[in-house]
């Protein structure tokens, strides 16, 4: 099944998120395969958001994302990115859909919730940037042959 990676941002510690963003993922069926809690520093985040390192909102987005530590996940399932991508919603949550965890849970562009991994290639990088493979566990939701129909697994 393909993974991708979140990261449950601090502003989602400190405004008690962690399990209303968790059972979403929960409900919709998506395998929890490594879950952990750890504090980010400048450096991780550098290579995390190389793409925003000459943003002039880059050192917002250090701050904001050292404030606490982070809870960082490897979900699983099919077609795993696309499907949290698209219950994550658009980067704004002022603009993002309700219905999606950014349009229902906040109002920042920047203190938008959770980080979900943007294509399958990316996914693979930042899970390997964030987990050791021992921390990934390989096992089936006993749920699984009611998520799926036979012909899509
Ligand atoms: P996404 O998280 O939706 O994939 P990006 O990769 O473009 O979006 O941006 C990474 C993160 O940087 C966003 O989730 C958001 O927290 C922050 N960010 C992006 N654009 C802005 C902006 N214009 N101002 C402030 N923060 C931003």
Redesign the pocket.
């Known amino acids: 099944m393909e993974q991708t990676f979140i990261i449950l941002?601090p502003s989602t510690i400190i405004r008690g998120l962690v399990g209303d963003v968790m059972t979403r993922f929960q409900r919709k069926g998506l395998r929890i395969a490594g879950i952990k809690m750890l504090q980010l520093d400048e450096d991780i985040l550098r290579r995390h958001?190389a793409?925003?390192v000459d943003?002039p909102?880059f050192p917002?987005?250090l701050k904001s994302m050292m404030a606490t530590p982070v809870i960082v996940a490897v979900l699983a399932g099919k077609d795993a990115v696309t499907v949290v991508r698209t219950m994550?919603g658009?980067?704004n949550c002022r603009k993002a859909d309700p219905g999606t965890i950014r349009g229902d849970f906040g109002m920042s562009?920047?203190?938008?919730i959770v980080?979900?991994s943007?294509s399958v290639e990316n996914a693979k990088a930042e899970i390997e940037r964030f987990f050791k493979p021992e921390e990934i566990f390989d096992y089936t939701l006993p749920t699984q042959a009611a998520l799926y129909a036979a012909d899509e697994l």
Request: aromatic residues 12%; without cysteine; charged residues 20%.
């Open positions: 941002k958001y793409h925003l943003k909102f917002l987005i994550t658009a980067t562009g920047q203190e938008n980080h979900a943007d």
